[in-house]
């Protein structure tokens, strides 16, 4: 929730007239199942989305008011398996991951789908190490402050 908006996830759907329709979510997807469809995963396997682009939309005008409001929260959810040289560092460590590129691999859930092995003891020893991240982008929108809820009223099933 960004301002009392809760977050959105923008989906494009071609008509059968073949006319692309943007249409909102409520949420964000927390992963997905591999597939041909997702280049570099084993099918059925499940993969975590742990990094987010949090896209944050602000409306300005100068003539009614002194600064900025939002308007929308907008979430992309990626599935990134970050990687680093050496040992865990904390917030010291530096990702090679990061900034994302498109050719990145997608982050397994479990260790025999090529996987960074968590190191340790405990239940989760052996199996995947999964580092969250987030990114947050400004963009400017026409949207007026009375029509901020509107993309909320036609979206579709809730997740």
């Known amino acids: 929730i960004m301002d009392n908006l809760p977050a959105a996830t923008?989906?494009?759907?071609?008509?059968?007239?073949?006319?692309?329709?943007?249409?909102?979510?409520r949420g964000y997807p927390l992963g997905f199942l591999g597939s041909p469809e997702f280049p570099g995963t084993f099918p059925s396997a499940p993969y975590v989305n742990?990094?987010?682009?949090?896209?944050i939309k602000y409306h300005q005008e100068p003539d009614l008011?002194?600064?900025?409001?939002?308007?929308?929260?907008?979430?992309?959810?990626?599935?990134?398996?970050?990687?680093?040289?050496?040992?865990?560092?904390g917030v010291a460590t530096k990702l090679a991951t990061v900034p994302l590129s498109p050719?990145?691999?997608?982050?397994?859930?479990?260790?025999e789908h090529r996987c960074r092995r968590?190191?340790?003891?405990g239940s989760a020893a052996g199996?995947?190490?999964v580092i969250f991240t987030y990114e947050?982008?400004?963009?400017?929108?026409?949207?007026?402050?009375a029509s901020r809820w509107d993309l909320y009223l036609y979206m579709g099933d809730d997740q």
């Open 10 to 25: 923008r989906t494009l759907t071609e008509q059968p007239d073949g006319i692309a329709l943007t249409t909102y979510e």
């Open 50 to 55: 742990n990094h987010l682009r949090l896209i």
């Open 65 to 89: 008011f002194q600064g900025s409001r939002i308007v929308g929260f907008e979430v992309e959810a990626l599935s990134v398996a970050h990687r680093y040289e050496g040992e865990w560092r």
């Open 103 to 111: 050719d990145l691999p997608p982050q397994p859930v479990r260790a």
């Open 118 to 121: 968590r190191q340790g003891g």
């Open 127 to 129: 199996g995947c190490e």
């Open 136 to 145: 947050v982008t400004w963009e400017e929108s026409p949207v007026r402050w």
